[in-house]
């Protein structure tokens, strides 16, 4: 049956009758959830999000035709992979940023983008890059609903003083990537 | 992509039908079909139910609606054949590998049967629906599916009698 499902999935490929790719790919910080439309990356998701209810939100606001290609998530596999091995500072796939609502969550989430490799920087500093300021708190919310996290490096945005704030993955994992980031041999985050 | 659809519907992730329904609708094509055409028919199936599916208006009865599908399938197969007929020699090769786990000679009565009744016993007894999803995926009322599916048994009955 898995053959024939296989190569059922490999028609409707070729077919452009998958709007939604989505795969899961086990990392240091648990097993993910990585989807992609035509366009690119649309969603990555941490094992504390119900896999089930993510996939049930893809089908509801971008489209029902939801199917396991692992194939067409290939790229994002193996760069999540060299990256948690040390070796990439960078991703290389394209982003659908689809998932993304308003213009000033979209600029915060791309200024956040631009945050390079091991550094860091502050709910404020890109809530003025992104336009305003003051708007700190949607700073915050806007980063909490980062579709695409670890590829997007909300990860990388502290509280001034330098405070971890918080993290959809979880604090742990939040430490676990900057520490991944800054060289020091991270502890594997337990649960 | 598909364009944006109404709000109206909350259809699930595809794959879910497809986790659900693929082992059932496979088992009622290669009983319905045999093995050989069973194939293809069940890649038709799924890929007309991905075409059709972001425009589908209900998300109740999906199950009934995959099985409508496959059932069209089914006849499209069965109507080949008719068109096309197999010299009668390799038939019963054909249906007693076809049958797999089920009582060869008994499927090849079943597949004897008009259209509607061949597919509502099937339905019944290779994929397990009951009367009322049987009547939706051959469109018509549940007494009509209960109906055929004793009509089609009684047939069966008497050319078994008589065998």
Redesign the interface.
Known sequence: ?HE??S??IG??EA?G?V??A?AETDTPVGRLLVAA??RGLVRVSFHGEAHEAV??E???R???????APSRLDMVRRELEEYFEGGRREFDVPLDWSLTGSTFRRRVLERTAKIPYGATASYRDVASAAGNERAVRAAGTALGANPIPIVVPCHRVLRSGGALGGYGGGLEAKRFLLDLEAGRSPLAPTG | ??PA?STRV???????L?DRH??EV?RFLAASVGPVDA?DA??ET??SA??A??SLRHSSNLRAWVFQIAHRKALDVHRARARNPVPVETVPEQVAAAAGAGEPALWRAVRRLPDKQRTAVFLRFAADLDYAQIGQALECSEPAARQNVRAGLATIRKGWARA
């Open positions: 049956m024939r499902v190569r059922l028609r409707a077919e009758l709007d939604v989505y439309t035509p996939l049930g893809l089908a509801e971008l489209s029902p035709r939801v199917l396991e | 992509m598909a659809r909350n259809l699930p992730p595809f794959q879910q497809l693929a082992g496979y194939e069940f890649q799924f890929l991905l075409r599916y972001p």
